[in-house]
Protein backbone atom coordinates (compact mmCIF):
# COMPACT_ATOMS: atom_id res chain seq x y z
CA UNK A 1 0.00 0.00 0.00
CA UNK A 2 1.12 3.32 -1.24
CA UNK A 3 1.74 6.15 2.11
CA UNK A 4 -0.74 8.22 2.22
CA UNK A 5 0.57 11.49 0.25
CA UNK A 6 -1.09 14.13 3.00
CA UNK A 7 0.96 12.88 5.71
CA UNK A 8 4.40 14.03 5.99
CA UNK A 9 7.63 12.05 6.28
CA UNK A 10 9.31 14.15 9.29
CA UNK A 11 13.47 13.99 9.37
CA UNK A 12 16.04 14.64 11.91
CA UNK A 13 14.81 16.67 14.67
CA UNK A 14 11.83 17.31 13.16
CA UNK A 15 10.84 13.63 13.28
CA UNK A 16 11.59 13.77 16.95
CA UNK A 17 9.17 16.48 17.91
CA UNK A 18 6.29 14.89 16.13
CA UNK A 19 7.58 11.26 17.73
CA UNK A 20 7.05 12.83 21.32
CA UNK A 21 3.75 14.67 20.42
CA UNK A 22 2.57 11.32 19.81
CA UNK A 23 2.03 10.95 23.23
CA UNK A 24 -0.61 14.07 22.94
CA UNK A 25 1.45 16.56 24.47
CA UNK A 26 3.69 18.68 22.53
CA UNK A 27 7.21 18.77 23.74
CA UNK A 28 9.24 21.94 23.22
CA UNK A 29 12.89 21.75 22.56
CA UNK A 30 15.23 23.30 25.64
CA UNK A 31 18.61 24.96 26.11
CA UNK A 32 20.03 22.57 28.89
CA UNK A 33 22.95 25.25 29.62
CA UNK A 34 20.62 28.79 29.32
CA UNK A 35 16.65 27.04 29.37
CA UNK A 36 15.41 28.90 26.73
CA UNK A 37 12.61 27.16 24.93
CA UNK A 38 12.86 27.04 20.93
CA UNK A 39 10.90 25.90 18.46
CA UNK A 40 11.23 24.56 15.43
CA UNK A 41 13.67 22.59 16.76
CA UNK A 42 17.21 23.44 15.68
CA UNK A 43 20.51 21.84 16.47
CA UNK A 44 21.92 24.81 18.52
CA UNK A 45 20.32 27.39 20.76
CA UNK A 46 19.56 31.41 19.45
CA UNK A 47 20.73 32.60 22.92
CA UNK A 48 23.73 31.17 23.55
CA UNK A 49 24.75 28.67 20.82
CA UNK A 50 24.71 25.68 22.73
CA UNK A 51 24.30 22.29 21.45
CA UNK A 52 23.28 20.43 24.37
CA UNK A 53 19.32 20.50 24.66
CA UNK A 54 15.93 18.07 26.01
CA UNK A 55 12.51 18.23 25.70
CA UNK A 56 10.06 19.98 27.95
CA UNK A 57 5.95 18.91 28.10
CA UNK A 58 4.13 22.51 26.87
CA UNK A 59 0.78 23.30 28.78
CA UNK A 60 -0.40 23.61 25.36
CA UNK A 61 -2.30 27.06 26.07
CA UNK A 62 -1.63 30.61 23.65
CA UNK A 63 -2.95 32.72 21.90
CA UNK A 64 -3.72 33.85 17.88
CA UNK A 65 -0.43 35.45 16.41
CA UNK A 66 -1.86 35.47 12.84
CA UNK A 67 -3.69 33.21 10.14
CA UNK A 68 -4.33 32.41 6.96
CA UNK A 69 -7.25 30.88 5.29
CA UNK A 70 -6.79 28.41 2.05
CA UNK A 71 -9.61 28.72 -0.31
CA UNK A 72 -7.65 26.99 -3.18
CA UNK A 73 -5.48 24.08 -2.01
CA UNK A 74 -2.17 23.63 -4.03
CA UNK A 75 -2.38 19.93 -2.95
CA UNK A 76 -5.19 17.70 -4.35
CA UNK A 77 -4.82 16.01 -0.84
CA UNK A 78 -6.52 18.89 0.50
CA UNK A 79 -9.48 19.93 -1.36
CA UNK A 80 -12.34 18.42 0.63
CA UNK A 81 -10.53 20.75 3.60
CA UNK A 82 -11.16 23.60 2.45
CA UNK A 83 -11.70 26.21 3.17
CA UNK A 84 -9.12 25.32 5.97
CA UNK A 85 -7.03 28.10 8.26
CA UNK A 86 -3.69 27.81 9.24
CA UNK A 87 -2.51 29.45 12.33
CA UNK A 88 0.58 30.72 13.87
CA UNK A 89 -0.16 30.31 17.97
CA UNK A 90 2.05 32.35 20.34
CA UNK A 91 2.23 29.80 23.28
CA UNK A 92 2.49 30.97 27.03
CA UNK A 93 5.89 29.02 26.99
CA UNK A 94 7.03 31.73 24.44
CA UNK A 95 7.42 30.21 21.03
CA UNK A 96 4.99 30.44 18.32
CA UNK A 97 3.80 27.20 16.58
CA UNK A 98 2.21 26.90 13.56
CA UNK A 99 -1.05 24.27 12.80
CA UNK A 100 -4.57 23.69 11.91
CA UNK A 101 -7.39 26.35 13.40
CA UNK A 102 -10.47 24.59 14.06
CA UNK A 103 -13.87 25.41 15.97
CA UNK A 104 -13.81 28.57 14.75
CA UNK A 105 -15.48 30.84 11.58
CA UNK A 106 -12.74 32.49 9.82
CA UNK A 107 -14.79 35.61 10.14
CA UNK A 108 -14.51 35.26 13.87
CA UNK A 109 -10.99 35.32 14.52
CA UNK A 110 -8.92 38.39 16.35
CA UNK A 111 -5.25 38.35 17.49
CA UNK A 112 -5.15 37.23 21.11
CA UNK A 113 -7.90 34.95 20.58
CA UNK A 114 -7.14 32.42 23.54
CA UNK A 115 -6.53 28.90 21.91
CA UNK A 116 -5.47 25.68 23.09
CA UNK A 117 -3.48 23.13 21.23
CA UNK A 118 -3.89 19.31 20.32
CA UNK A 119 -1.71 16.65 19.37
CA UNK A 120 -3.29 13.91 16.98
CA UNK A 121 -1.50 10.98 15.41
CA UNK A 122 -1.62 10.33 11.79
CA UNK A 123 1.06 8.19 11.57
CA UNK A 124 3.17 6.44 13.53
CA UNK A 125 5.91 9.16 12.06
CA UNK A 126 3.80 12.18 12.28
CA UNK A 127 1.25 13.71 14.91
CA UNK A 128 -1.03 16.63 13.17
CA UNK A 129 -1.51 19.74 15.60
CA UNK A 130 -4.20 21.68 15.62
CA UNK A 131 -5.58 24.53 17.88
CA UNK A 132 -8.84 25.40 19.21
CA UNK A 133 -10.47 27.99 20.71
CA UNK A 134 -10.61 27.71 24.91
CA UNK A 135 -13.31 25.99 26.52
CA UNK A 136 -15.66 28.56 27.24
CA UNK A 137 -13.92 31.44 25.26
CA UNK A 138 -16.31 33.62 22.65
CA UNK A 139 -14.05 34.50 19.76
ZN1 LIG B 1 20.94 28.40 25.43
Do not use: K
Not at 116 to 125: D, H, Q, V
Amino acid sequence: MAPNPRIPTPEGLNAEFYARAQSGVVHLQQCSDCGLLRHPPRYHCPRCASGSFGWSPSAGRGQLFSWTVTHLPFDRGWAEEVPYISAVVELDDGVRVVGSLEGVAADELRIGLPLTLRATPLAPEFTFLTFHPCQGEAP
